[in-house]
């Protein structure tokens, strides 16, 4: 089974500034997507932003943009200009390209926004 | 509105007493499945299904049961519930490889 490892139980970043959440995958899989899940404290899962594994550019919506290094196995969220609003749990999530119906998640990173 | 709703969304009950936690989407999504959440753990797949009358077992599957008679429905099932299945809950729907769409969470306490 694929595993998704977050390894940054908690983070903290100052308003207006800039924060990398990392997250790592195993996989023997070459069809794959990624995807980054926000959790505000109401508990609803909101997509951030998804990859797909054939693509080499990495995917960007608007403050948040991906680092997607595919040899490494690594997909880590970077958010700029954090805004109070971005405290949340992030969740780093794999869905397989064979079998699309499974999804691994990673553990989470809390992520904390100081004024 | 484009949603994914559960039913309750807070529930405490005893050990051995069965329970059913409902799900409804109304997007015709072919997908759907039930995670649930544990601290330190993230979300962990329990069932999910590809279609009607089609279901497949996820990571976690022991305790529970699902069915799927009709596309917008999936109910979960716990037969007899024990404390361990103490847990947040959240169903999800999706088509083809499009992402999934998450319902609000069921918190769920066994005493």
């Known amino acids: 089974a694929q595993t998704v490892t977050q390894s940054q139980p908690e983070m903290s970043v100052q308003e207006a500034e800039t924060v990398t959440l990392s997250c790592t995958y195993d996989?023997?899989?070459?069809?794959?997507?990624l995807f980054w899940y926000k959790q505000p404290p109401s508990r609803q899962m909101i997509l951030v932003i998804r990859?797909?594994?054939?693509?080499?550019q990495n995917a960007t919506e608007n403050r948040f943009s991906v680092n997607f290094q595919k040899a490494a196995k690594s997909f880590s969220l970077k958010i700029s200009d954090s805004q109070l609003g971005d405290a949340a749990m992030y969740f780093c999530a794999y869905r397989s390209g064979y079998n699309f119906n499974k999804f691994y998640f990673g553990s989470g990173t809390k992520l904390n926004v100081k004024p | 509105e484009a949603q994914v709703t559960q039913n309750p969304r807070y529930l405490i009950t005893v050990t051995g007493k069965k329970l059913t936690v409902t799900c409804s989407q109304n997007?015709?999504?072919?997908?759907m499945s039930w995670y649930r959440q544990d601290p330190g753990l993230g979300l962990r797949q329990i069932y999910y299904?590809?279609?009607?009358?089609?279901?497949d077992k996820g990571d976690v599957p022991e305790g529970y049961k699902v069915s799927r008679k009709e596309k917008r429905n999936f109910p979960l099932i716990l037969e007899s519930p024990s404390p361990n299945q103490t847990s947040l809950y959240f169903c999800?729907?999706?088509?083809?490889?499009?992402?999934?769409?998450f319902g609000p969470g069921t918190r769920l306490l066994v005493l």
């Open positions: 299904s590809m279609n009607v009358e089609v279901t």
């Open positions: 996989t023997s899989e070459s069809d794959y997507y």
């Open positions: 997007m015709n999504h072919e997908y």
């Open positions: 990859q797909e594994a054939y693509k080499q």
């Open positions: 999800a729907s999706g088509r083809g490889k499009e992402t999934q769409y």
